[in-house]
């Protein structure tokens, strides 16, 4: 599967924001889809996932509440809506498919990456 990431852009502090993954060249419904996301100068992080079916969805204690992760096998696009942002969430956000729900916190158990999207959030 190819994944492309888009929809990051410069916001204010307290502004929301929709991030999308388009994928393609294989069975979208199939894969367990997750967002990272990569501070400068940091690690990346797991941020969120969904499982393939969509019924379950997990998040990092850092977003919860704030960010939703969501898909939409009918057009092969998973989201991540994220509401209050704040000057700490400013990364390149990347998308990932797996095949392991039982790992899904973990970027070594993706099997593909989009090219990541940048958010600024500005205080």
């Known amino acids: 599967v190819q994944l492309q990431a888009s929809g990051g852009g410069l916001v204010r502090a307290w502004d929301s924001l929709r991030l999308s993954c388009l994928a393609s060249g294989s069975t979208f419904s199939s894969y367990e889809m997750g967002w990272f996301r990569q501070a400068p100068g940091k690690e990346r992080r797991f941020v969120a996932g969904?499982?393939?079916?969509?019924?379950?969805?997990v998040y990092a204690s850092s977003v919860e509440g704030r960010f939703t992760i969501s898909r939409d096998d009918a057009q092969n696009t998973m989201y991540l809506h994220m509401n209050t942002l704040k000057p700490e969430d400013t990364a390149v956000y990347y998308c990932?498919?797996?095949?392991?729900?039982?790992?899904?916190?973990?970027?070594?158990?993706?099997?593909?990456w989009g090219q990541g999207t940048l958010v600024t959030v500005s205080s």
């Open positions: 969904i499982m393939s079916n969509g019924d379950s969805t």
């Open positions: 990932a498919a797996s095949r392991q729900w039982r790992w899904i916190r973990f970027d070594s158990k993706y099997e593909a």
